[in-house]
């Protein structure tokens, strides 16, 4: 089946530093969409992305679809304590298929 | 607007206990439905998915099963609880058309076998 590699599983970053992660796949997709989880809650979405070379923002957070239609990448500039959390990117190829998720980055950040 | 609602947000069983989880939808109508489980701080595994009353599909077979009695409705059961039961568990939906194949997920139950 469909499978997203994302990297990096974690990172461990000061406050004030810029973020970035992605998410490669094998196969191409038509939507992707990044979310954020806070511990014990449900995923929340971030970004969604239609267009190959799209480029997204949602206030400190950038992301983009890749040109090949089979990567996307997600920025965090400026990270502060709140960014800290889950981040998982999903790709949807078409219809009613499910999506398909990452693993996950997970996020922490040094005050 | 749309709201998805979850009960409950935390459950500790014994193991060979039933279980029922319940999961609604309003402000929409026939939305694709999910449940999905998250081991602690691990990735997210979709168990069941159903696009219309009483169609379910299984991605993993297992322990547990699914049903959607109603339209805006999801139930994920289990007739005996094993301890690898254990885990968070998330039910979403996303528009059967428009919504441009958002997925929206709802708060979670942790469920904790002992």
């Known amino acids: 089946g469909q499978q997203l590699n994302q990297s990096p599983q974690s990172m461990f970053i000061q406050e004030g530093e810029d973020v970035s992660m992605n998410c490669t796949s094998s196969s191409i997709f038509n939507t992707w969409l990044w979310y954020k989880q806070d511990p014990g809650e449900g995923p929340v979405l971030l970004i969604a992305l239609y267009k190959a070379g799209e480029l997204t923002s949602n206030g400190r957070l950038t992301a983009q679809f890749g040109i090949t239609r089979k990567d996307s990448f997600l920025n965090i500039s400026a990270s502060i304590p709140s960014d800290v959390g889950i981040y998982f990117c999903?790709?949807?190829?078409?219809?009613?298929?499910?999506?398909?998720f990452g693993k996950g980055t997970r996020l922490s950040v040094i005050a | 607007s749309q709201t998805i609602h979850q009960w409950p947000a935390t459950l500790v069983q014994p193991v060979g206990s039933p279980l029922s989880l319940e999961c609604t939808v309003e402000?929409?109508?026939?939305?694709?439905l999910y449940w999905y489980r998250q081991a602690a701080g691990r990735g997210l595994q979709l168990l069941f998915y159903?696009?219309?009353?009483?169609?379910i599909s299984s991605e993993v077979p297992q322990n547990l099963s699914a049903s959607r009695p109603q339209d805006r409705q999801f139930i994920l059961s289990s007739k005996k609880l094993l301890l690898s039961d254990s885990g968070f568990y998330l039910c979403?939906?996303?528009?059967?058309?428009?919504?441009?194949?958002?997925?929206?997920f709802g708060s979670g139950t942790q469920l904790s076998v002992l």
């Open positions: 402000g929409t109508s026939n939305p694709n």
């Open positions: 979403a939906w996303t528009a059967s058309s428009g919504l441009r194949g958002k997925l929206f």
């Open positions: 999903a790709g949807l190829s078409s219809g009613n298929t499910p999506l398909v």
């Open positions: 159903s696009v219309g009353i009483g169609q």
